[in-house]
Every structure is written in structure tokens, then in C-alpha cells.
Nanobody, 115 residues
Framework: QVQLVESGGGLVEAGGSLRLSCAAS????????MRWYRQAPGKQRELVAT???????AYADSVKGRFTISRDNAKVMVYLQMNSLKPEDTAVYYC?????????WGQGTQVTVSS
């Protein structure tokens, strides 16, 4: 089992920045892809950013150039640096860890961007 705990959410004004963190613990061997998802009220959960074990990254078009995903393998942490935040970025952000035949989710952290 893998446990994921997100932190760093909060209330920020449009144009501001936040840094989300995801701490992974447990049997993390075999986890090779980490992702951040978000879910806004009344909307489906959407993929925001992906980072592989080789540190290749990918982003949703809506966040490209504003968000950066990174990982610290020594600390078993994944981060999401969010800059130039917009009200439409308001959502619960979830950390996701995936390996062959397995997938784990954190409890989510709320990000609210005021206009």
C-alpha cells in the first residue's frame, strides 16, 4: 500500500502563486508515475500534470507555462508549483501515484483563487 498526503493548498488572489506538496509513504517500490489531478465543483476530475520516474513531464494545455511539476526522490515527494493563478484554477487538487496494476490517491487539498 502507498499513502499520499497533500499539503500547500489555500486561498490566493488571482496572479498569485502556491506550491503544493505530496508526501508518499509505504510500499513505494514500483511506483513509476506521479500525477496531479484537480476537480472543480460540478466538474469531472481532470489531469493537470504528470512526472515519470525519469522526470519526464507533461501538462494540461490550461496550465502550460504556469505550473511546474517536480519530484524529490530522496524525500519521496512530488511538488506542483503554480504561478499566475486564475479563478478557474479553483479546485481540489489530488496527488496520484501509479505503477503496474496499481493506483493510489491522496485526500486532496483545496485551492481557491479569488478574482
Amino acid at each position: 500500500q502507498v499513502q499520499l498526503v497533500e499539503s500547500g493548498g489555500g486561498l490566493v488572489e488571482a496572479g498569485g502563486s502556491l506550491r503544493l506538496s505530496c508526501a508518499a509513504s509505504g510500499i513505494i517500490f514500483g511506483i513509476n508515475v506521479m500525477r496531479w489531478y484537480r476537480q472543480a465543483p460540478g466538474k469531472q476530475r481532470e489531469l493537470v500534470a504528470t512526472i515519470t520516474s525519469g522526470s519526464s513531464t507533461a501538462y494540461a494545455d490550461s496550465v502550460k507555462g504556469r505550473f511546474t511539476i517536480s519530484r524529490d526522490n530522496a524525500k519521496v515527494m512530488v511538488y506542483l508549483q503554480m504561478n499566475s493563478l486564475k479563478p478557474e484554477d479553483t479546485a481540489v487538487y489530488y496527488c496520484n501515484a501509479a505503477g503496474v496494476g496499481s493506483q493510489y490517491w491522496g485526500q486532496g487539498t483545496q485551492v481557491t483563487v479569488s478574482s
